[in-house]
C-alpha cells in the first residue's frame, strides 16, 4: 500500500485543516524575523507556504512539491506574487546551494524514505547561518485523531500493527528527531511541542476523512472489504467521547524541530 497524496479536498479535510492550526504556532515557536527567501519542502496543498505568506512578511517563498494536484493547490490558494511552487522532493530540492535563509517542512519529513538525506539536502539549499525546521506528528502518542484510529485498527486486524503510523514512523519523536538533526550536520538543534485542538461536529465529521485515501490511515481504511470497514466505523463509533454538544475534541500533538546550518 502506498501513501498517496493527489486529492486536495480530501487531503484538506484530512489534514490540511489540522495542520493549517499548527502552522502559526510552529512559525510564533520559530521566531523570524521579517524578510528573508524561505522554502517549504513538500509543500502539500499550502498550509505551511500560505501561513508563512500571511504571517511572516517574507521576502519570498518557494514551495517544493512532488504532486501536480496538491501543487496546483498550493498555487491557486495564495495569489501572491512572491509565492512560487517547483517540482520536486525533500532528496533532490530544485534550488541552488545557500538560496534560502530559512527552510522549512511541515508533516513530511517522516514519508521521506531517508530522512537524514533530506535533511542534509535541505541544509544544502540554506545559507551558512540559516535555519531548517518543520514538524512532524506525534503519532505514537499524542496525535489523538490517528492513535485512535490505529489502536482501533490493531485491535480489529493485526496486520495493522506494521501500518500504524506509531510503528512505522519512528523519528517522530523528540531524541530521534535530534538525532537525525546532529547526523545531518545541524547546530543549535532544537524540539518542541505544538499542540492544537482537533474538534468535529460529530462522529461523521471525525470518519469520513478516513474514507478520502490521502495517507497511511485513510489509504488502509478504504483498503478494507466493506465488512471489516464498518466494524472499524463501528468500533470507533462506541469508543470516542462526545462533549454535550455532540462534538468529539480531540487534540493533536506535533513535533516541531529546528537546527542550525553552521557558519
Ligand atoms: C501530510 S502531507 C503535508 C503537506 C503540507 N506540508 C501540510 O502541512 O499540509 C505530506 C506531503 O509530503 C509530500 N511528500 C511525500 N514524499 C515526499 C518527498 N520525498 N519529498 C518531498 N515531499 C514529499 C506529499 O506529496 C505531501 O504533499
Redesign the pocket.
Given at each position: 500500500m502506498t501513501?498517496a497524496?493527489e486529492v486536495d479536498p480530501a487531503?484538506e479535510n484530512y489534514?490540511?485543516r489540522w495542520?493549517?492550526l499548527?502552522?502559526p504556532q510552529f512559525l510564533r515557536w520559530l521566531a523570524a524575523g521579517p524578510g528573508g527567501a524561505w522554502c517549504?519542502?513538500?509543500?502539500?496543498?499550502?498550509?505551511?507556504?500560505h501561513t508563512v505568506l500571511r504571517t511572516a512578511d517574507p521576502a519570498r517563498v518557494v514551495g517544493?512539491?512532488?504532486?501536480a494536484p496538491?501543487a496546483a493547490a498550493a498555487r491557486a490558494g495564495a495569489d501572491d506574487p512572491r509565492f512560487e511552487v517547483r517540482p520536486?522532493?525533500?532528496?533532490a530540492i530544485p534550488a541552488a546551494d545557500g538560496e534560502f535563509d530559512r527552510v522549512v517542512?511541515?508533516?513530511?519529513l517522516n514519508?521521506?524514505?531517508h530522512p537524514v538525506e533530506?535533511l542534509a539536502e535541505m541544509r544544502r539549499v540554506t545559507r551558512a547561518g540559516g535555519t531548517v525546521a518543520g514538524y512532524v506528528w506525534d503519532y505514537a502518542d499524542g496525535m489523538q485523531m490517528i492513535r485512535v484510529f490505529w489502536d482501533a485498527a490493531r485491535e480489529l486486524d493485526a496486520t495493522a500493527a506494521t501500518l500504524d503510523e506509531g510503528a512505522r514512523f519512528p523519528l517522530c519523536r523528540p531524541q530521534p528527531l535530534r538525532d537525525a538533526l546532529s547526523t545531518a550536520g545541524f547546530t543549535e538543534v532544537a524540539v518542541h511541542p505544538l499542540d492544537v485542538p482537533t474538534v468535529f461536529a460529530g462522529f461523521d465529521d471525525f470518519w469520513r476523512p478516513f474514507l478520502g485515501g490521502q495517507?497511511p490511515a485513510p489509504g488502509y481504511c478504504t483498503s478494507l472489504p466493506a465488512g471489516r470497514r464498518t466494524a472499524l466505523h463501528d468500533l470507533l463509533d462506541t469508543r470516542l467521547p462526545r462533549d454535550d454538544a455532540g462534538r468529539i475534541a480531540l487534540t493533536a500533538r506535533a513535533w516541531a524541530f529546528r537546527g542550525s546550518v553552521p557558519a
Open positions: 501513501d497524496w487531503y489534514i490540511g495542520s493549517r499548527v502552522a517549504d519542502v513538500g509543500c502539500g496543498t499550502g498550509a505551511l507556504s517544493v512539491e512532488p504532486s496538491f520536486g522532493t525533500a532528496e517542512s511541515g508533516l513530511v514519508f521521506v524514505p533530506g495517507g
